[in-house]
């Protein structure tokens, strides 16, 4: 048993008398040496896992938690009445202890490391007459050892249950103080048991664009996106990340994808084609709205333009999903967006439409824009842009390129093949079955002021030579002939040299048959002052086709 002793022998000077705790376990002394034994850290769970969705999945962060998780909550209050009322007797018992007693502060003797020093004081000389004085003090040592014992945890002198076992022991002489100790000790483990005994939920299971967020190497792709969107501060990825699950839940998504809205808009907004890169292309043509049945049935009242968002977001989801997010595939797309005839700022009714939707597409679409062209751009659009500029991105406005209506085709050369642009914005892309396909490359040419150029088609015997041309603006004038390779041949007049102007034809497909050897000459003589862009393909079948 512990022995409580005071140093009556101590110098006069010295205010406070020592306390010190005698425990006859001697096989503390040799239990575990902290430092060289550290709390063992958690098993990773996957290093492609981030630790912050892992827990929120774990948590239910993402929806409402279950009921499961808030019942073990409700039963603190018993606990916490049980230790006001001890208080309450510790303070009714240190008013009667005297103020000298109460002002000593007890010390629990640690020299050794990770050990508790057992002394055996003979000769001891009984504590002053006021027996009951001393028995209050320790209970006072029980509690504040007992808080205190929690933070002793720095330098491995001693563990929490060493600390408890020395502080039981000096503060229970009577049996009835045994008695209560170890069914002190016992609640808190049957509360345990009763904790363990409450199954977990499993991780709830979140999917954005048809992908989990913790699942594979596409799931990574997903969450870099909203890293990026954030300049790859984590904590503000995470909650964009659960802004976003939140809204796709209140809007209704996977619904949505199977509602049907119309077609009305399927000109305003469609796909074609890929860029240089290999990114799908997405159209936007506001020139549409200029028809006024179709501005009012769009954005005549609120349920209208509700109608027109959900539209828009459908529409967009379906793109995403045909999306290849492995890690080394294409995730993202260009925007193209025709302002020609384009209502103007006037029409409150598509501003108020357009900003919500950007603000949407931005807070809930990261990263999805490879590129946003803007052609046709009219005068007045410019000073919109600057007026919208400060609610986007820096990185979001580092994708954007503007032309005007003279230098849209050209624009758009650069980032998308001429075979993959369509015929409305200077590319020989058409619709319907046609003799060329986007699989079938085009030739640029870039033919200078006042000046001629001619393509030759080389062919063989018994050959039938296609080809297809245009030039962007035209105001050119265009004609085709045979030569035959043969000295003493006859040159044939494919197509009479003409004058074509940008309204006469987009583009011109011919096709010539022959049975002899030779060559079909294409000639373009620009005679403007600008500068003009030649687009031709051609290819050559079998007669017997």
């Known amino acids: 048993m512990a022995q409580e002793t005071l140093n009556s022998e101590s110098p006069p000077a010295a205010p406070a008398q020592e306390l010190s705790v005698v425990v006859e376990?001697?096989?503390?002394?040799?239990?575990?040496?902290?430092?060289?034994?550290?709390?063992?850290?958690?098993?990773?769970?996957?290093?492609?896992?981030?630790?912050?969705?892992?827990e929120a999945l774990n948590n239910h962060e993402f929806t409402a938690k279950p009921e499961a998780e808030e019942k073990p909550v409700a039963e603190p209050e018993p606990k916490k009445e049980e230790e006001e009322n001890k208080e309450e007797k510790k303070e009714e018992k240190e008013e009667e202890t005297p103020a000298a007693a109460i002002s000593e502060e007890p010390k629990i003797v640690t020299d050794a490391p990770a050990a508790v020093e057992v002394k055996e004081e003979e000769n001891t000389p009984p504590p002053p007459p006021p027996a009951e004085a001393p028995a209050a003090e320790v209970v006072v040592v029980e509690t504040e050892v007992a808080e205190k014992a929690k933070a002793v945890d720095d330098d491995g002198a001693k563990t929490v249950e060493a600390i408890e076992e020395s502080v039981v022991a000096v503060a229970a002489p009577p049996a009835e103080k045994e008695k209560e100790e170890p069914s002190a000790e016992v609640a808190p483990q049957s509360e345990e048991t009763k904790e363990a005994q409450v199954p977990s939920p499993p991780p709830e299971e979140v999917s954005i664009w048809g992908i989990p967020l913790l699942a594979d190497e596409k799931s990574d792709v997903i969450l870099l996106k909203f890293l990026r969107a954030r300049d790859f501060k984590v904590k503000d990825a995470f909650a964009m990340i659960k802004n976003t699950v939140s809204w796709r839940k209140e809007f209704g998504i996977e619904t949505l994808l199977d509602e049907d809205l119309g077609n009305e808009l399927e000109k305003v907004v469609f796909m074609q084609g890929f860029d240089k890169e290999g990114h799908p292309v997405c159209y936007n043509v506001y020139g549409e709205f200029q028809n006024k049945e179709l501005y009012q049935n769009t954005f005549a009242d609120e349920e209208k333009r509700s109608k027109f968002l959900r539209w828009r977001i459908q529409f967009l989801e379906k793109s995403i999903r045909k999306l290849d997010f492995n890690p080394t595939g294409i995730n993202t797309m260009v925007q193209v967006n025709d302002l020609k005839n384009s209502p103007g700022p006037g029409k409150k009714e598509l501003r108020q439409a357009t900003n919500q939707a950007l603000n949407l597409l931005q807070d809930n679409y990261p990263e999805f824009v490879a590129k946003q062209v803007f052609i046709n751009v009219p005068w007045w659009y410019l000073a919109f842009n600057r007026m919208i500029s400060p609610f986007l991105t820096q990185r979001t406005k580092s994708k954007f390129v503007f032309a005007s209506p003279a230098k849209s085709a050209e624009t758009l050369f650069k980032y998308i093949a001429p075979e993959q642009v369509p015929v409305q914005y200077g590319g020989l892309s058409r619709e319907g079955e046609q003799e060329f396909s986007v699989a079938d490359a085009v030739t640029e040419v870039t033919i200078k002021p006042a000046a001629k150029h001619s393509v030759e088609f080389p062919i063989t015997e018994n050959c039938n030579l296609v080809w297809e041309l245009r030039v962007v603006g035209w105001e050119v004038n265009y004609g085709a002939e045979f030569v035959p390779t043969a000295e003493d041949g006859y040159t044939v007049i494919v197509s009479k040299t003409r004058k074509v102007s940008s309204v006469d034809e987009t583009v011109i497909s011919d096709s010539f048959k022959t049975g002899e050897p030779g060559k079909v000459v294409l000639t373009i003589d620009n005679q403007t002052s600008k500068k003009k862009k030649l687009l031709y393909r051609s290819k050559t079948k079998p007669c017997s086709d």
């Open 25 to 54: 376990k001697p096989q503390v002394t040799e239990k575990e040496p902290q430092p060289s034994a550290p709390a063992p850290l958690p098993e990773p769970e996957v290093p492609e896992k981030p630790a912050l969705i892992q």
